[in-house]
C-alpha cells in the first residue's frame, strides 16, 4: 500500500484558507454589531425624544416673585455642597471615601452634601444631612448633569449622537422621578453651548460657577428668553488638595494609587464653590424644596482658606422696591437685567435698593466681596402671585 503525502504547498494554502476564513466570520461578525449599535442609536434618537417647544415670553405680571423674600441669610446661612465624587464606583478607586470627604466639608461648615458618583444614588445617605444624587453622562460631548433628589438613575442612551430634543426628553425623565436637574460644567469641551441651554428644556439650574469655567452670563441670556432656571456653583470636587489628604489617615494602596495616577500634589477644587441656603435649613427635605423655589445663593470663594463672604436679605415691596442689606461691606454690588443690562452698580456700601421699571422684566444681583463673589436667582414679574 502507497502512502500519499500531502504536497506542502497545499497544506499552506488550505491554512491560509482556514485563517482568511476565519478573519471573514470576525469580520461579519463586527459588521453585524456595529450595524446593531448603529440601528440602536438611530432609534434613540427617533424616538427618544421631546421635541423642542416655542420659547416662553418674557417673564411679565403686576406681582413678583423674589425667591428670598421670606428667609434670614443676614444673621447666617447654610453651606450645601451638591457636586461630590467619591470611591463608592469600582473604576474610581483612587478617590477618597465617603467618611474622609465629609469629616473635611463637616468641618469646613457645611451642612448638606450630595454624593454625585457616575449613574449611581448612595443607598446609605443620610436622610439627616445628605441629599441623594448622581451624575448622568456617558458621551463624546462630555454632556453632564447631576441630578438631585431622584429616585432612581436615568441612563444615558445616547453616547455617540444626540439631539437637543433627545437630551430634553432625558432631563424630561430625570424631573418625573422628582430630580432637581443641573447642568453640568457646560463650559467643558464647549458640552452645551448658550443655543444648546436656550432650545435644550426639562432643567432647573447650570453650573455658572465650576472649576472648569465660570460664566455667569448664561444666565442673563436664559432668564432674557423668559426661562426660569437658576444658579448653580459646585466645587465637582474629584480630589482634595495635598495638604488635606496627608492629614486624612488613608490606607497605603490608596496613597500608591493616588500616586501612580498622579492625583497627588495636586492643587484640587474643593471648599471654594458651593450653594447657601438660608438660616437654619439643615434638613434636606427643607433644601430640595428651596432648591425647586431658587431660595439660595451661588458663592465662589476666591481662594479656599478665604473666609465665608456673609450673604444679604433681599426683600421686595408690592410696587417693585427690592432692598438688599448686609452686615459685610461689599467692595461692588451689581443689578442685572435682561441682556446682561447693568442696571446699577453700588460701590463699598452694604445696603443697597433698585425699583423695578415698566421694562425689566427681572432683575438679579452680582456681589463683590472682600473674599469671594456672590450671585442671587432671578426676581422677576408673574402674572400670579406666587408662595
Sequence with gaps: MLLTVPDPKNLKTSKLSERQTKLRLIAYGMSILVF????????????????????????????F??????????????????HI?????????ERHSKQDIESVYRNNGFSVLSFTDYDQIQEDASDETELSGFEWGRNL?????IVIGGKKTTSDLFPIYARRDNVSWTFGEMQETGGYVIIAHPKLNDSFTREDLV?????????????????????????????EVHCMASDDLHYLPESITKSLGQPWWKDLLQTILLQRGREGESLKRYIATASGETNPKS???????????????????????????MKIDTNGFVKLDSKERYLEIRWIGKDGAMKKIDPDTNVSFYQFSNEDPFIRVEIIALTGSILSNAIYRTENPKD
Excluded: M
Design 199 to 227: 432650545q435644550i428644556q426639562n432643567y432647573n439650574a447650570v453650573e455658572v460657577y465650576s472649576p472648569f469655567g465660570d460664566d455667569s452670563k448664561i444666565l442673563d441670556t436664559l432668564l432674557s428668553k423668559g426661562r
Design 36 to 63: 446593531l449599535f448603529v440601528l440602536y442609536q438611530l432609534s434613540t434618537v427617533i424616538f427618544l425624544r421631546d421635541p423642542i417647544q416655542s420659547l416662553p415670553k418674557d417673564f411679565s405680571g403686576s406681582h
Design 65 to 82: 416673585y423674589n425667591p428670598y423674600q421670606k428667609q434670614n441669610w443676614k444673621d447666617a446661612s447654610e453651606k450645601v455642597a451638591l
Design 287 to 313: 433644601v430640595r424644596k428651596d432648591l425647586g423655589a431658587g431660595s439660595f445663593y451661588c458663592v465662589k470663594k476666591y481662594f479656599r482658606e478665604a473666609e465665608d463672604p456673609n450673604l444679604p436679605n
Design 85 to 93: 465624587h467619591s470611591d463608592r464606583i469600582w473604576y474610581t478607586p
Design 141 to 145: 460631548r462630555k454632556r453632564h448633569a
